[in-house]
């Protein structure tokens, strides 16, 4: 790289940087400066637009084309119901349902239970930070180096040579067989589980920690003067006031899950029937080069979030009456 | 945002921003060569560029390889002005699609998969080749070769480079310390196989499935040789093609005989485990046991020369050699290899350029010489070759009574080369049958 | 007239502070009661750091260990074994791979998509957000629900359309850029940063408006009161107020654009130019994935960066000023 190089790149982000705030500027110059009437549709307008814009070109215009693709064969004819029943017909489909389901109900309710543990353990203990790197560089670790991070937890030898895996290792100690704990049913899609939570943690940690932060201070003094012990004011005061932070975390991680597909990929591949329906998804989509099968698979994940929509729904009218 | 804040959101960025330029300043630039005094000869028919004409070439060729290959066009280059930009990248066969379909493609493509190459020429994304390319091709390349880059009639590629699938490696010394001999049938073979087993000195063979997403390949590999040798050619095309059915009876067999060899307890998995540790050995380490005198044959073709440790000796008489795996017959030269095919996305003149030099027999004599690999290409001076293994392959590739298939699963459409046939190789190592196993996979077979 | 939204003596505000206070005061005091009365939540969280980091340590242990001794031990036996060396490291950092060379222009190209990346959704989906939480509107909140379930479609289908626009209609603007500014190369970022802010947005605006609803209305209310316009409103209440949230999303959507890897494959065009760090580490391990010994020290390089952020943005949320605080 020459200085001219670095020059010229530095010169991009300034200029886009300085180009987003100019525009900015004068979005708000104007709003501050449109005629009372009809004000308020501008200024909501000028809040609403430019992100709104952004994600009907970027992500309504190719979720109606998936949605499409999914009704169609190769080559873009309309083939009904094909695809779908494709998908319910093939062997593996049920399993790769089946553990897609299974990894929603375990992965974000563990890593949310033990971030939130984990928050209030730490809560104002000295160290507080140090403890909190810990547990979020997981989350910091990119995914080719998780998957390197794990590969020396899970790698199998056989009994008479040395372990490279802890976890094998640590049952040899203990005088037990080494297992192969990626191939090994059903354990190994709570392997692969687990990778999941030891990156997730972190994330509802961070976030939780925050909104514990901001539970009333005066509310949990006066529950430790009427002689509640510690686990009735978390009950009664911490829950409550970190209900919304909860909810965001959970339903985040429950997104990211039924999105995971590069742990499955990169660990298993697929194979030993640990696959999930976003795996097959790509499979499909990327390397078989069948748009419609992995569009059909698109959409069906499109539906499995559908009752977490409606669940935050509730909780949003929920917010709003109590305002 | 109060100044100290602003402070505090600086310092990191700063930081980050030091710890950059750290680095630059530590790799600095890297001098082009000098090429002032390069022979321009063989370089002329290429004609002459204006300074700053760019051919962008998309492939699978990482790391050394990468720079080899791009040592391979230096001359080129320095000679014709033009500027060869080559990106390699690992999830090739995902991204060439998204980046034709969106409209973006490369000028040229390297890929090791026929089948992508019929894909892309069936959608229209490529452009035939052009007559200089074509007179190369069937200039120094054998006809099964030309095939390998024609689509419908139509020649859209050249070969590249070539490996050839089907070794068996050993160590020459373990094999005269225990008096087995080099197989010269299949037969042979089988009975060598039994003769370590009963010895119980070691484990006949060491097998590994494992390459993360594509796990499961070197199973197909072993597929691939047993349908060529014990059905033949014209079953194996055929089988390719899908005129006969992936659960053919010919097939079975073949998928039968992997079987008798590794499927079995008392042959695997010297030092690695027992029968299940093949799906999740890794390919490149499932050879080291046979250095380490756990297990006397390991199947893999000529790049694992590369796995060894360093300072492994290959050779005849040294620490690990490989003989071909055998036929039925003895002398048949039947062997599965693999290799690249150079496509053009457009005919600018700077494109055809490149495109008719890598079909060149100066530029494979230019890569060989570098090192590491060979080509099928029959201008290739076999002496050019790096290593002793290398020169026997080449001579292998150039003998017209060769007969010579690309590996099957890369031909094979996507669905199956790079999808059920992996899949389908790791769940019949884990005990599903052969029957199973070939009906579910001549199920997935896309319907055309 | 933005002066006095400044000094208005909002309540909330003066809550707020007095809050703050206070926390100081019960911090000391929860602290000696805390080591008293919870040695098994310290026991616990000590547990838990532990198990969390075990993983991550092994790998560094390892990454300073020969490829041999990677390749045949366990990390846990470096007494038995021992060796150290820095060469995964300088492969990662040196190794003078002609067709990817000088990690350093990766390593800016990676912070210079970052950076923008992350504050270009960030302040725009703190107006959406905002928008959705503080002005009424018609539908308002069926087009949120509609947003928030945009998150679950897949980055992977929207690559294939969003290319072909930024093909046609981009691409065309940044050759006559680059001609008429030859410093900026043909290949810019704009294409990445784009890409990534729109596939930010529906998950920021979801996460930001959790927690800009819960900013106390009668705040807002006195400011709009005392004649603050929207945009005042938005930059002198609800983006300070917010400061916490912003702070740890920021940090969350640095990371997962620095980790980024398929988002780049498709829009950085490859180069040296434009394609971030991922980018070169994967491909590290070499043709066949014989070399991922050296991804090891590439965990680890690229680990450095985003932990200095959270170092960096940390102190901003662990202060007791999260949106909500006066809740209740």
């Known amino acids: 790289m020459t200085t001219t190089d670095l020059i010229g790149k530095l010169l991009q982000v300034g200029l886009a940087l300085a180009g987003f705030s100019a525009v900015l500027g004068l979005i708000f110059f104007f709003v501050d400066r449109a005629p009372k009437r009809g004000r308020d549709v501008v200024q909501l307008l000028a809040f609403l637009l430019p992100a709104m814009a952004l994600i009907a070109i970027g992500l309504v215009y190719p979720a109606i084309r998936t949605t499409i693709t999914a009704f169609g064969d190769k080559a873009g004819n309309f083939i009904g119901l094909d695809n779908f029943v494709w998908m319910f017909t093939q062997p593996e489909a049920l399993i790769t349902l089946r553990n897609t389901v299974v990894w929603v109900i375990i992965a974000p309710a563990v890593s949310t239970i033990i971030g939130l543990a984990y928050a209030v353990f730490i809560d104002k203990s000295r160290g507080e930070r140090i403890y909190k790197v810990l547990v979020f560089m997981p989350v910091a670790i990119s995914f080719v180096g998780a998957g390197i991070i794990w590969k020396f937890i899970y790698e199998y030898r056989p009994a008479e040579r040395d372990q490279i895996g802890l976890l094998n290792q640590i049952l040899v100690w203990f005088g037990q067989e080494p297992v192969l704990w990626l191939q090994t049913e059903p354990i190994n899609t709570l392997m692969l589980i ?77 194979n030993f029937n640990t696959s999930v329906v976003a795996n097959e998804m790509y499979t499909q989509a990327f390397r078989a080069v069948e748009p419609g099968r992995g569009a059909a698979l698109a959409v069906v994940l499109f539906l499995l979030v559908l009752p977490i929509v409606v669940y935050n729904i509730r909780v949003l009218r929920q917010q709003k009456e109590i305002r | 945002m109060s100044a100290k804040q602003r402070r505090r959101l600086f310092i990191p960025i700063a930081a980050a921003a030091v710890v950059g330029l750290a680095l630059t300043g530590c790799t600095g630039d890297i001098a082009a060569e000098e090429t002032a005094d390069t022979d321009c000869a063989d370089y002329e028919a290429y004609g002459t560029f204006d300074a700053g004409t760019e051919v962008n070439i998309y492939g699978t060729i990482l790391e050394v390889e990468a720079d080899r290959l791009n040592e391979s066009w230096a001359d080129f280059e320095a000679c014709t002005g033009i500027d060869v930009i080559y990106e390699g990248s690992a999830e090739f066969e995902e991204q060439i699609n998204v980046r034709v379909q969106g409209g973006n493609p490369p000028d040229l493509g390297i890929t090791p998969q026929p089948g992508l190459v019929a894909d892309l020429a069936r959608s229209g994304a490529l452009v035939p080749a052009p007559q200089a390319v074509a007179d190369n091709v069937s200039e120094f390349w054998s006809e099964d070769w030309a095939s390998y880059g024609t689509v419908d009639g139509t020649l859209v590629g050249a070969p590249l480079m070539a490996s050839i699938k089907g070794y068996v490696w050993y160590s020459p010394a373990v094999f005269e310390e225990n008096g087995w001999e080099i197989p010269a049938t299949l037969d042979e073979l089988a009975t060598l196989t039994d003769e370590i087993a009963e010895s119980e000195v070691m484990k006949p063979w060491c097998v590994g499935f494992a390459s993360g ?23 194996y095309d055929q089988w390719v093609n899908h005129e006969i059915p992936f659960n053919d009876p010919a097939i079975a067999e073949a998928l039968d005989t992997v079987g008798d060899f590794i499927k079995g307890p008392a042959n695997v998995n010297g030092g690695l485990g027992e029968v299940n540790s093949i799906a999740t050995t890794e390919f490149g380490d499932a050879g080291l046991p046979v250095l380490e005198g756990t297990c006397a044959m390991h199947h893999q073709a000529t790049f694992y020369e590369g796995f060894w440790p360093d300072g492994t000796e290959v050779a005849e008489d040294g620490d690990v050699w490989a003989f071909i795996t055998p036929g039925v017959e003895e002398d048949a030269a039947a062997v599965t290899g693999g290799g690249e095919i150079v496509v053009a996305f457009n005919d600018s003149e700077e494109t055809v350029a490149v495109q008719t030099y890598l079909s060149s027999d100066t530029w494979a004599n230019n890569r060989v010489n570098i090192g590491g690999v060979i080509s099928a290409n029959t201008g290739l001076d076999p002496e050019n070759a790096s290593s002793d293994l290398l020169a026997t392959s080449v001579e292998l590739l150039q003998d017209p009574d060769t007969t010579f298939r690309f590996d099957a699963s890369d031909v094979m459409p996507g669905a199956v080369g790079t999808g059920s046939f992996w899949k389908g190789m790791v769940d019949w190592i884990g005990g599903k049958s052969t029957a199973e196993t070939l009906d579910f996979i001549e199920g997935s077979w896309p319907a055309e | 007239m933005s002066d006095n939204v400044v000094d208005l003596p909002i309540p909330g505000t003066a809550n707020r502070k007095d809050t703050a206070a206070e926390a100081v005061a019960g911090t000391k005091a929860g602290r000696v009661k805390r080591r008293l009365t919870s040695r098994w939540a310290t026991l616990a969280a000590l547990i838990i750091a532990v198990v969390w980091t075990i993983p991550t340590f092994g790998i560094l242990l390892s990454s300073f260990r020969p490829e041999e001794l990677i390749r045949t031990t366990g990390w846990w036996t470096i007494f038995q074994n021992p060796g150290l060396t820095l060469d995964n490291y300088r492969d990662v950092l040196f190794s003078s791979s002609a067709s990817s060379p000088q990690l350093g222009s990766y390593f800016v190209n990676s912070l210079a998509i970052a950076i923008p990346a992350t504050l270009f959704p960030l302040v725009l989906a703190a107006m959406a957000a905002y928008a959705f939480a503080w002005i009424k509107f018609k539908w308002a909140g069926a087009l949120f629900v509609f947003i928030f379930a945009l998150q679950i479609v897949p980055i992977q289908m929207a690559l294939i359309p969003l290319l072909q626009m930024f093909t046609s209609i981009l691409q065309p603007i940044q050759a006559q850029i680059h001609d008429v500014i030859p410093l900026i190369p043909e290949q810019t970022y704009v294409q990445v940063w784009i890409a990534h802010t729109l596939f930010a947005l529906p998950l920021v605006i979801f996460l930001l408006h959790n927690f800009i609803s819960e900013i106390p209305s009668e705040v807002i209310e006195a400011a709009k009161v005392d004649g603050a316009s929207a945009s005042q409103v938005f930059f002198r209440i609800v983006l300070p107020l917010s400061v916490p949230a912003i702070a740890s999303i920021a940090i ?35 043709n066949r994935g014989q070399d991922w010994h050296r991804l090891t020290a590439g965990a680890f390089v690229s680990l450095v960066v985003p932990l200095i952020v959270f170092f960096g943005l940390q102190r901003y949320f662990v202060r007791g000023l999260l949106a909500g605080a006066t809740k209740g």
């Open chain 3, 252 to 286: 969350f959507q640095f990371i997962w654009v620095w980790n980024d890897l398929l988002v780049a494959l498709v829009f950085s065009g490859g180069t040296a130019d434009v394609a971030p760090l991922t980018q070169r580490l994967a491909e590290l391990s070499g």
């Open chain 2, 213 to 235: 997403v594509a796990t499961g390949w070197p199973g197909t590999d072993w597929v691939e040789d047993m349908v060529l040798r014990q059905a033949g050619p014209e079953v």
């Open chain 1, 194 to 270: 687990i990778v999941l939570i030891w990156v997730q943690t972190g994330f509802a940690m961070v976030i939780l920690s925050a909104s514990i932060k901001g539970v009333s201070i005066e509310q949990l003094e006066a529950a430790q003067l009427d002689g509640t012990n510690a686990w009735q004011r978390f009950r009664n005061v911490t829950l409550p006031g970190i209900r919304g932070g909860l909810v965001v975390v959970l339903t985040t991680i429950t997104i990211a899950t039924l999105k995971i597909f590069d742990i499955v990929r990169t660990m298993t591949g697929g």
